[in-house]
């Protein structure tokens, strides 16, 4: 009975596939083909299953956003009487001041800075003089500053994640050494107008 | 291990309620205190009664308890009530006014660069605490306008969690829910309370000698 059945089995075979070339080179053909696509589907479907969160496609997003917040925000310059000469926002991250706003930011800060050296807990007469404020953090960003021995103020407003910025506000300060104290057109204590100046300058904050 | 300075606490009304001291070298409260001894020990002298020693014994005990001010109300909004203010460390008044403004200004402007300057004011931009090169500066406003300032070594970046702490397990249980505890809203009253100033003192003598705390 099997014998038999497996004898008009394999002659069905015979007939139909194997006996002309061509039906046969056609069955081959199309059952490879249709192998191919079935095992590429499952195998597709079991990876994305197995993957799922870990591709590139999923954090891409994040890994743009964490970029977006390792940035300085924007960049003023106060002169020696708390006037602003330079003032720059590179991203909406925080509000932008209007430019009478950024006015009283500078006065406000010069005041605050002074004042802060004033009530300094370890007293005036001290070893440590206190040379004022230097980092402000807040919830959404930190503010740094750094003063030089002339009396002028560069503040850099950051994320959190930037801790220490000396060095870059030491850099923004030998690019107004350069590009805007060298000018022989350059008035001191006079607003910064320099284009190579703001252009060498977001080429520093693009950099951090 | 944390350095901690100073503490003031300022009231709705721009007025200094509270400020004590732990580490700190030189102060307007011991200047005072220095000037008023000297110049007890002058009229000893020249009295030539006694001898010094009470001077010694009351010094000694002194810097054991940390230095508190103000010990009597110093002011009001009332202008009749002026008169109470008995006890007069003009230094130390002033201190507390720069101080009230260093931060209140320092707060404005960070409000302004979040974009919420509301009328209202508060703490909306989130300002927690500056740092110069000898000293950072912790801040923390409560819902009702308290203000605590906490003065630390720089290397402290967090003392927000402590201040929280400070308001909400050490000043309300103790001041606010002390039924004697001052209600007209008109009228700003230091905080004379023994067991605030003990638990207080204990709170921040903790902080002083663990590390992990504030990590």
Known sequence: ??????????????????????????????????????????????????????????????????????????????????????SKNYNTHIAQLSSNEALIFAGTFHGIHALATRIAPGGRSTSARDMGIQTIDTKNFRLHCFQTPTGIKFIAVTDLLHTKLT?????????????????????????????????KLLQLVQAH | MVLVYNLYIFDRHCQCIYYTEWNRPVSPLTADIASVRTR?????????????????????????????????????????????ASVQNVAMEEEAKLVYGVVLSTRNIINKFNGKDGPQGGNPGGFMSFATNTYRLHYYEAPTGVKFILNTDTATTSMQPVLEMIYRNIYVEYVVKNPLFHIDPHVSVPIENDYFRAVLNNYIREISASSTTTA
């Open chain 1, 1 to 86: 009975m099997v014998s038999s059945f497996a004898k008009s089995f394999g002659s069905v075979l015979y007939r139909n596939f194997f006996k002309k070339e061509s039906t046969y080179f056609t069955t081959v053909v199309l059952s490879g083909v249709a192998f191919s696509l079935t095992f590429n589907t499952m195998f597709e479907k079991y990876w994305n299953k197995k993957t799922a969160g870990l591709k590139w496609e999923d954090i891409k997003d994040r890994r743009s956003i964490k970029r977006q917040e390792e940035m300085i925000h924007s960049v003023f310059i106060i002169n020696r009487s708390g006037g602003l000469i330079y």
């Open chain 1, 167 to 199: 060095d870059v506000l030491n850099r923004i300060y030998e690019l107004y050494s350069d590009y805007a104290l060298k000018n022989p057109f350059y008035n001191l204590e006079m607003p910064v107008r320099s284009d190579m100046f703001d252009t």
């Open chain 2, 40 to 84: 007890a020990k002058e009229v000893a002298r020249v009295n030539q009664g006694r001898s010094s020693d009470d001077n010694g014994a009351a010094s000694a005990s002194d810097s054991r308890r940390p230095l508190v001010w103000p010990t009597a109300p110093v002011s009001s909004s009332n202008a009749k009530d002026k008169s109470i």
